[in-house]
T-cell receptor
């Protein structure tokens, strides 16, 4: 199994530019999570999807952030316009959780390290 | 009530020592308590998990102790090794169809040779 695949691994861009982060979850997983990790705030859940439908986006910091999951094998997190305070590592995770099967582990990608200059 | 509070923020032990990381929660609806391990440049990975119907779970050198009445759980690493140096996150979730986890703030562990 290839695991959760994120791209790009590193992104450096100037303030004001649009940034798009991509995620391919593990095949067969029905839940997908986007996290942001910083030294100050730790691991923050931004948004999560279940069966391609956004369930809770209350962690999205501002309207500059948006996420989509057009199909079961692809999701994007977009920041427009980007700001220096958006610099962080962004993780995507997926799981095959459903209430009947009980809790299943979340499998994380290796993240995208984003630097906004 | 959705928070999971983790301590300490950082920890340094000598090889062979037994680091202990503690977590506390408020929401009694939580029924699943995993620990994740993260190495630099990598995403967190599931290490071990426990449910509140047991007070202890061991997997190799890693042990979770769970105190339901105190709403606390902790991770013990027996005979710690330099390769255990990583960031550890506790988490909790309640019954749902999505598997959403509430993570603690993380503990950076350094095991000195």
């Amino acid at each position: 199994d290839a695991g959760v695949i994120q791209s790009p691994r590193h992104e450096v861009t100037e303030m004001g530019q649009e940034v798009t982060l991509r995620c391919k979850p593990i095949s067969g997983h029905n839940s997908l999570f986007w996290y942001r990790q910083t030294m100050m705030r730790g691991l923050e859940l931004l948004i999560y999807f279940n069966n391609n439908v956004p369930i809770d986006d209350s962690g999205m910091p501002e309207d500059r952030f948006s996420a989509k999951m057009p199909n079961a094998s692809f999701s994007t997190l977009k920041i427009q316009p980007s700001e220096p305070r958006d610099s962080a590592v962004y993780f995507c995770a997926s799981s095959s959780h459903n209430r009947g099967r009980g809790n299943q582990p979340q499998h994380f990608g290796d993240g995208t390290r984003l630097s906004i200059l | 009530q959705q928070q999971v509070k983790q301590s300490p923020q950082s920890l340094i032990v000598q090889k062979g020592g037994i680091p202990i990381i503690n977590c506390a929660y408020e929401n009694t609806a939580f029924d699943y308590f995993p620990w994740y391990q993260q190495f630099p440049g990598k995403g967190p990975a599931l290490l071990i998990a426990i449910r509140p119907d047991v007070s202890e779970k061991k997997e190799g050198r890693f042990t979770i102790s769970f105190n339901k009445s105190a709403k606390q759980f902790s991770l013990h690493i027996m005979d710690s090794q330099p390769g255990d140096s990583a960031t550890y996150f506790c988490a909790a979730s309640r019954p749902s169809n999505t598997g959403k986890l509430i993570f603690g703030q993380g503990t950076t562990l350094q095991v000195k040779p």
